[in-house]
């Protein structure tokens, strides 16, 4: 393992990179519980939904999905559409071959969620626009997720993936060259960071399995120190952001299982209140003037989750559904941020079926649905002076008030409502070797 | 909030050369070879030396190498400060029947230690070791599939992954409104994907005998962004807008065809030679083009930079091995390589610092034997490149920094395990 990656598992600050199957799960079973499936999942999505999962597979499998999101969110009419709605799924579980104790204790995952033209898009917008905070802007990288388990005794097993992304960050200057022209120098360093995902799973009987999944949070930031002169201007600019963010993840789940029928109920809590936010955090020298404003606060909250799915075998078919429910991660929005989120319904639903062996190798199509709704939330703005507005985040500034009435570009004032849906469909494919 | 100017630099990269991997080599095995490895027939290396390999193959192969170059490399007689070139590799190729068909599946990654990806600008005036500085700083992600027409010839294809920087690019609002000061940023930053080809031949014209084709694309990092600056600062005299477009190619990596053969001498005894021939000359402007839309009440004395192609040469690298199985657990190699420069002699304005290099390695393996059901192998290797020296006069005697010279020596080694089920 790279020095770097070694270094970001043992401190690893800030926010993080969220991706497709942190909101939606990964792979098309996963997507068809809800998201559920902490003490049931071993096939390729047990990676990211508990890495101990993948030393449960019978065999060795590959899976290769198409997935599409789509978005019905909006905020006082205004239609927020997720950009990079296409991705695929791809991944693995490796059992080794043989009687020796490498091919009965280890198993091998991993798990990619990959934009089919983009390693990742970041977007970041001014401080005061209206954004969805759970879904705009967590989605679109590439997600790598390599996995190892162990099952030093055939109830127990332990795993562990890693959750892979990088930064970036590095100093520029711009300067009046000898030739009158701009003479820019930067050194960017796009450099690797990585998060655990600790996982257990404990067969207790035949029927009945639990499972514990910690996913740590993962700090990818984006930052820039320039220090220019044009025209004979000195001008530094120092620019810092976090994009995608995943707080700390903690799931217990449970899992009962018969011949045909499986339940499996999952319960997570999420430390969202540690998120510093997805603004981008400027500081400017110019002409030796600073200008260093407070950030505004996002007033983020933790959140709670329940989600409870089954799976009925019939023949060459097995159909899934979930259901699952999730608190907001943002509490009020009365100052100059306008992040916005609600309790949301989740609902999947799906299906797999069985093909036909062809020469020997065993595969199924499996299609997964899975929908998001949020009910509607009124951010309401808390109007005061500007040294009001100075001192407390959560109170809006009148900027003139020398004329009548409110004066604010703020899009969030007055009030500002938002909800909708959103909607992920995974279709894919799966040989078992 | 009064209109104004401010603006900040943005990415901008200037030209980039090969990647670590091209220039070290992937694996101890190859790297002992001094690179060559087109016909070597290796299974976990085939995604980077010839995706062909793998349908040929006999079992799957796991390697994780760790390797560290040094770069002793000079400029103008004074150090040249260049980073060492340290990271971690995984190999991976999976020979397979489907039915009648038999297949393969290899797969590479390299990971630098410090930084998957550095990306430097500096002006055109000042020197810098272009194969060197950062564009051996980087990720390399190679995958390849492969398919066997009978028991003596595979035919493989595969990519090779980097991304690109676009998008709307860097947003600021930088002034003052009422009661606080304004400092604000956006940001739209895609990186989408490039990838460059590779096709792979293998051919078992006898037991004695193998050829290896492989032909790849060009590859580099394209940056096309624009940073849009609105500021208003009372009593600095700045006010305006600004638009600062940068576009830029780093860690250009050229389009090649490697031709080699493996001979088997005796039983024990084999020799590698091949010969590659890199496009160079497609190399584009290795400094960014900078465009300025700048309105801040007074003109500011600038101009927007633009530099031309570097002129840079086609190249031809000739690779010679040989390999000795001195026991039934170990094999020992050796090889020597010559790559020329592409770079012109620069005795104009830009200072761009390349030589002539000879590359001598030897290594060795020692096959542990069966452990937890697998095979196990040790593989390590040392090399050494030698830069000739070189010195560029320049024409204009007020040519920013003098006369060019360097020189320099690139030590370093790799060590792998291998595992074979």
Known sequence: ?433 | MKRAFACAAALIPSLATASPVETFGLLPTDLARAGAGVAAGDVAASAALNPAATALGTRPELALAYGWQHLGLTTRAESAGLSDVHGTTGALGIPFRWGPLALGASAALHIPDADLLRIGLDPPSRARWVMFDNRVHRFVIDAAVSIALGSRVSLGVGASVLVDASGHGIGFRVGAAPSRTVAEGALDVSLPFRAAPTVGVLVRASDRLTFGLRASGALSFAVALDVNATASVPGSGLEGDGVISVRGVDHYTPAELCAGARVAITHHLRADAEITWRRWSDAPSPSSDVGLAIQIGVSPPTLAAHVSAPGYRDIVVPRVAVELDATRAVTLRAGYAFTPTPVPSQTGFTSYADGDRHALAAGASVRLGALLGADFTLDAALSWQHVVPFTAIKRSPLSPGGDLTGDGEILGGSASVRVGW
Do not use: C
């Open chain 1, 1 to 433: 393992m790279s020095l770097a990656l070694l270094a970001s598992l043992l401190a690893s600050p800030g926010s993080a990179w969220a991706s497709h199957p942190d909101l939606y799960g990964l792979g098309a079973e996963s997507i068809a519980h809800a998201g559920a499936g902490v003490a049931d999942l071993s096939s390729m999505g047990a990676v990211f939904t508990n890495p101990a999962g993948i030393a449960f597979a019978e065999r060795s499998s590959l899976s290769l999905g198409l997935n599409y999101t789509a978005s019905a969110l909006s905020a006082n009419g205004q239609t927020h559409a997720l950009p990079d709605p296409v991705g695929v799924t791809a991944g693995a579980v490796i059992r080794f071959g043989g009687g020796s104790w490498i091919a009965r204790s280890v198993t091998l995952g991993l798990g990619a969620y990959v934009l089919p033209n983009t390693l990742a898009h970041l977007t970041t917008g001014y401080p005061d626009e209206p954004v969805f905070a759970y879904y705009e802007g967590r989605t679109e990288r590439l997600a790598l997720l390599p996995a190892i388990a162990l099952r030093p005794h055939p109830r127990v097993s332990l795993g562990v993936a890693l959750n892979l992304f990088a930064g970036l960050s590095g100093p520029a200057s711009a300067t009046d060259g000898p030739a009158r022209a701009v003479e820019l120098t930067l050194s960017q360093q796009v450099r690797a960071r990585a998060a655990l995902i600790l996982g257990v799973r404990l067969a207790a009987t035949d029927h009945w399995s639990f499972g514990i999944t910690w996913r740590q949070r993962f700090s990818v930031p984006y930052a820039t120190d320039t220090h220019n002169r044009v025209g004979g201007v000195p001008l530094d600019i120092s620019v810092a952001a976090e994009g995608l963010a995943t707080p700390d993840e903690l799931v217990f789940g449970a899992r009962w299982r018969g011949p045909r029928l499986g339940l499996m109920a999952d319960v997570g809590y999420a430390r969202w209140s540690a998120w510093s936010g997805p603004a981008v955090q400027v500081r400017a020298r110019i002409s030796g003037l600073e200008l260093t404003p407070l950030s505004p606060a996002p007033n983020a909250t933790d959140a709670f989750s329940m989600r409870v799915a089954g799976d009925w075998r019939h023949r060459a078919m097995t159909f899934r559904g979930g259901l699952g429910v999730e608190t907001a991660i943002v509490g009020e929005q009365s100052g100059r941020t306008n992040l916005i989120d609600s309790t949301r319904l989740i609902v999947g639903l799906g299906a797999a079926y069985a093909l036909p062996p062809a020469w020997g190798v065993r595969t199924q199509l499996v299609l997964g649905a899975q929908m998001h709704y949020l009910a509607p939330t009124t951010l309401t703005k808390r109007i005061g002076s500007p040294d009001e507005a100075a001192r407390d985040p959560r109170v809006l500034a009148d900027e003139d008030a020398s004329v009548m009435g409110v004066q604010t570009r703020n899009p969030g004032y007055p009030s500002i409502t938002g909800s909708g849906a959103v909607f992920a469909l995974s279709l894919a494919w799966e040989v078992t070797l």
